[in-house]
């Protein structure tokens, strides 16, 4: 059984140890949660280039310890050239995945580090900027190991990634993935983060580093415009939050997938499983996500558009409804679409004064659209490829609409005083990893055994006709089987670990000593760090 790391006031906890240690010494320094997680953002954003960078987005949730909760959408919109009709033109039936017409959409990772130091401001942060991006601007200008994610990590659409102009110059060696331990130096990266600590981070959209962006995405093609970038605003939201039990859970409204997560949590409270790591236990969670993914399906992922927001199923008299609907006995037919090729990071931190942060930060695919910026060194996302080209979808693409995010962190304030950071990287099916990790710890699994504990994953890839319930193989035969018997279609991977089930993590403050637990994923490359 693994043991969880435990600290005396503080912790950070990031898919790779740079990151963390980036964090560690932000709050060795005397910086707070929001501070600490924007160096982990900074440092993580050049050393896992495959799951996130500045050229993607990112999502917040920030818990004062007075338990006031702060959600900041820091996603970026369509740009204003990206409309149905051209891409129509050009012969598409959907939007591609790589390439200038995947990058459709503005990068707002940086604009949300920006609102977030607004807030560490507020409640009284005072680091400087060149010391918080100190530690990535390092690693991009002296170089960095690929790490082992990277060199292992496999994704839809290798070749024509590729084939997109820069992207073998970037990444590649001798036409390869860069093997594990492979210096790589990212020098147009590394003036970009020098120009930002020095400028400031508005300078991304407003100043040379966003005129040297619009350029790059106009000579490569891209629809979006230096007028999309300049206008660009992270923004405050109001979070969702749904009651259990013990404790109150915290996600993110629209175009997040944090509605999803949370009906799961409340049709599951409803369903009264007795016992953890039983068959009922997990097919209880994977009935719940049936309905909370139909109910996603039927919703717009823009938050402008009227409906998209869902609170009313959040409700008790919906939830109750649809728990109705479950058979305990029997596994539901569901149509589902395909599990995206969605790659993100999730870290978390917790200072010695109780403030939490959960953040997630993506490019979406691996290497997002593969089109590198050679200005800036920055690798534009492929979020976009989200929007549907059906003008009577509810994710229709139009300019300035958000596209559908699988990026959820999450939150949860206990009855008894403890606050719990937890998320995961892992496309669409994040909601699934979240359900598992958290009733896991709830039925009184530690932390490190809740996100050590095999996972499974329901959904299906590309091309297949059906869903598939896909098991790592270190699940009890007794759980395989009593799942195949409701009727579950299970597929054991015959992988103890795999990057496909997630990266996911945790840390809890326990009010009673102010300790901080922390553990993140053995089956990435990071850890938990702290104080």
């Avoid at 073998?168 to 860069?178: I, N, P, Q």
Wanted: charged share 20%; hydrophobic share 40%; net charge negative.
């Amino acid at each position: 059984m693994p043991e969880t790391p435990v600290f005396s006031h503080a912790a950070v906890a990031a898919p790779h140890h740079a990151a963390a240690q980036a964090g560690q010494v932000v709050l060795a320094a005397g910086g707070n949660a929001v501070e600490a997680m924007v160096a982990m953002a900074a440092t993580i954003a050049v050393v896992y280039p495959h799951m996130n960078g500045l050229g993607g987005d990112g999502f917040w949730l920030v818990r004062e310890p007075s338990g006031r909760v702060h959600a900041l959408d820091a996603s970026g919109p369509a740009g204003a050239l990206a409309t149905i009709r051209r891409y129509r033109h050009k012969g598409y039936d959907a939007i591609p995945p790589r390439g200038p017409d995947a990058a459709l959409t503005v990068a707002g990772a940086v604009g949300g580090w920006r609102l977030a130091l607004e807030l560490s401001g507020a409640l009284g942060g005072s680091l400087p900027l060149d010391l918080l991006l100190g530690e990535a601007l390092r690693l991009a200008r002296e170089g960095y190991p690929v790490s082992e994610s990277e060199a292992r990590f496999k994704t839809s659409g290798e070749a024509d990634l590729y084939a997109v102009a820069g992207f073998a110059e970037a990444f590649l060696v001798d036409g390869k993935r860069a093997p594990a331990g492979t210096l790589r130096r990212e020098p147009a990266l590394a003036a970009t983060l020098e120009q930002l600590a020095h400028a400031g981070l508005r300078d991304f959209y407003r100043g040379d580093v966003g005129r040297e962006v619009a350029a790059d995405l106009e000579r490569i093609g891209a629809p979006v415009t230096r007028r999309d970038i300049e206008r660009y605003e992270a923004r405050v939201v109001r979070p969702l939050s749904l009651r259990l039990g013990d404790a109150t859970v915290y996600n993110l409204p629209a175009p997040t997938q944090g509605l999803t997560s949370l009906i799961m949590l409340g049709l599951f409270e409803r369903l009264d499983v007795a016992r953890a790591e039983s068959p009922a236990h997990h097919h209880a969670l994977i009935e719940a996500f049936k309905r909370a993914a139909a109910i996603r399906e039927r919703l717009p992922s823009d938050p402008s558009v009227p409906g998209s927001g869902g609170e009313a199923w959040l409700g008790s008299s919906a939830l109750d409804r649809e728990a109705a609907l479950i058979d305990a006995r029997r596994a539901a037919t569901a149509p589902l679409r395909y599990s995206t090729d969605g790659d993100t990071v999730w870290m978390g931190a917790i200072d010695g004064n109780g403030l939490a942060v959960s953040y997630i930060q993506s490019v979406f695919w691996a290497f997002g659209s593969g089109c590198v910026l050679p200005a800036t060194g920055l690798l534009w996302h492929n979020r976009g490829c989200a929007f549907s080209l059906d003008p009577d979808s509810p994710n229709a693409l139009a300019p300035g609409r958000k596209p559908f995010h699988s990026l959820n962190p999450a939150l949860a304030a206990f009855a008894d005083g403890r606050v719990l950071s937890y998320g995961t990287m892992g496309g669409e099916p994040q909601p699934q990893i979240l359900g598992q990790i958290l009733t896991r710890y709830r039925f009184g699994m530690g932390l490190a055994e809740a996100v050590d504990a095999p996972r499974w994953i329901l959904g299906r890839n590309w091309g297949e006709p059906e869903g598939r319930l896909r098991l790592e193989d270190r699940f009890d035969g007794g759980v395989i089987r009593g799942l195949a018997s409701l009727g579950h279609p299970v597929e054991e991977t015959g992988e103890a670990y795999s990057d496909n089930f997630g990266h996911a993590g945790m840390l809890v403050k326990h009010p009673r000593n102010g300790r901080v637990e922390a553990t993140h994923d053995p089956r990435s490359d990071g850890g938990a760090l702290g104080l």
